[in-house]
């Protein structure tokens, strides 16, 4: 069963605008990972937070997690096109290579 | 780094044929291998977990006999739809983990199209 959910499912954006997903899940965790996703193909990983963690960055991507509200949020900063894409959160419910729940999915369109 | 190839990228074929799909960690060794599948404009729903060496670990609800899964070395896993019907035609994605504390590693996926 689906364990994230992530809002908005959809959002359009213009080029160097910031872009704000959120994901809510519903059991304990070990960590949160944020996916992308171009059009048919598979995922790239983008960035892993652990349950001890609040905040973490890499790049233009900001993600954070409460723990206390089970949510966490993914902020895109100064957008491109290329950002284009689905964005998926997924929770891991422990350390030791498990398999991902994921979300159902942001799709983020960013127009030059 | 942490190359994972899927084969192949896209197949069709007739109703009651058997489909093989290809994994492979190019990069690094994978313990665990997961196949997951992703219907149009929806998420991804994991299907199996398998383990080098040892028998996958199915979800509910999917047929073990239907998708049968190996792993029989660190860096390959192979997913096999047998007798295939139209309603397997969907898009399958394999994923592959180093181990404890690390990423999973996506394949780009295959669509499959079951005539």
């Known amino acids: 069963s689906q364990q994230g959910e992530e809002d908005p499912q959809a959002l359009s954006i213009q080029e160097g605008e910031n872009a704000t997903m959120n994901c809510s899940y519903k059991t304990s965790i070990n960590n949160l990972q944020w996916y992308r996703q171009n059009s048919g193909r598979g995922l790239v990983h983008l960035i892993l937070i652990r349950s001890n963690e609040r905040e973490k960055h890499s790049g233009r991507l900001r993600v954070t997690l409460d723990t206390s509200k089970k949510s966490s949020s993914l902020l895109i900063t100064a957008s491109r096109a290329a950002d284009t894409a689905s964005y998926f959160c997924?929770?891991?419910?422990?350390?030791?290579?498990?398999?991902?729940?994921f979300g159902k999915g942001t799709t983020l369109s960013v127009s030059s | 780094g942490a190359v994972v190839s899927q084969h192949p990228s896209w197949v069709i074929c007739k109703s009651g044929t058997s489909v093989k799909i290809e994994c492979r960690s190019l990069?690094?060794?994978?313990?665990?291998m997961f196949w997951y599948r992703q219907f149009p404009k929806q998420s991804l729903m994991l299907m199996a977990t398998?383990?080098?060496?040892?028998?996958?670990?199915?979800e509910q609800g999917v047929e073990k006999d239907k998708f049968l899964i190996n792993h029989a070395s660190l860096t390959l896993s192979t997913l096999t739809v047998t007798s295939a019907h139209p309603e397997d035609s969907s898009f399958y994605i394999c994923?592959?983990?180093?181990?404890?504390?690390?990423?999973?590693?996506f394949g780009d996926g295959t669509r499959l199209s079951i005539l």
């Open positions: 997924a929770t891991g419910l422990n350390q030791a290579g498990t398999a991902l729940i």
């Open positions: 994923s592959a983990s180093a181990g404890k504390g690390q990423p999973q590693h």
């Open positions: 990069d690094f060794q994978a313990t665990t």
């Open positions: 398998s383990n080098e060496g040892s028998k996958a670990t199915y």
